[in-house]
């Protein structure tokens, strides 16, 4: 099955300034690359996910970027502000084709500083 | 996005009883529905595949006596824990894939005493 490694576990930014997140997969046949945001007690929300057929998708202030030969992809948000402070989840297919669900990294803290 | 609506979302029971969580997908027709569970401050882990009219999958190490899984409509799966312990106090989360999005119930937090 998928392993779904993801860095960092916290992460603290100013607000208006950029964060990164990333994470790395193992399965190359993996196509399908979401990024979930839970708030404390909620369901994880999907805010944005990537195909593997393009290397970057942006939805205003938030951007994937995948890099397929190395095996990894990262959540980029610009602008940071208050209301983005969560939990961040990166997933991939739990078994490569995506018909059996996802795998999710172990998650990122994201602290936004006024 | 599609709906998916997990009830309750909060129970609290005795050691050694039985507790049945409902998932219904109240847009779409869910052939497949994905059962996670999460402890504090830790990521979703994938439990269960329930199937409809069929047996459910299980991951590794999870046992398919102590979780019980009914997938008998298109638009319901039941997850029932039984002779619950503390041990099996954690967020319990259903979740549906609608074409590659997959989406997610409200959650039941399970407090086992």
């Known amino acids: 099955g998928e392993n779904v490694e993801q860095h960092p576990s916290t992460l603290s930014v100013q607000e208006g300034d950029s964060a990164v997140i990333k994470c790395t997969y193992s399965d190359s046949a993996s196509n399908y690359f979401p990024w979930y945001k839970q708030e404390l007690g909620k369901r994880p929300q999907l805010i944005i996910d990537i195909r593997s057929n393009v290397g970057e998708k942006k939805d205003q202030r938030i951007a994937v970027t995948l890099n397929k030969t190395a095996k990894h992809f990262s959540l980029h948000i610009t602008e940071t502000q208050p209301e983005d402070s969560a939990v961040y989840f990166c997933a991939a297919p739990h078994s490569g084709g995506g018909a059996d669900g996802l795998t999710f990294g172990k998650g990122t803290h994201l602290i936004i500083q006024p | 996005g599609a709906v998916v609506s997990q009830h309750p979302s909060r129970v609290i029971c005795k050691s050694g009883t039985s507790v049945k969580i409902e998932c219904r997908s109240l847009?779409?027709?869910?052939?497949?529905m994905f059962w996670y569970r999460q402890f504090p401050k830790q990521s979703l882990m994938l439990m269960a595949t329930s199937n409809e009219g069929s047996k459910a999958t299980y991951e590794q190490g999870v046992e398919k006596d102590k979780f019980l899984i009914n997938h008998a409509s298109l638009t319901l799966s039941t997850l029932t824990v039984t002779s619950a312990h503390p041990e099996d106090s954690s967020f319990y989360i259903c979740?549906?894939?609608?074409?590659?999005?997959?989406?997610f119930g409200s959650g039941t937090q399970l407090s086992v005493l």
């Open positions: 979740s549906a894939m609608v074409g590659y999005g997959l989406f």
């Open positions: 847009d779409f027709q869910a052939t497949t």
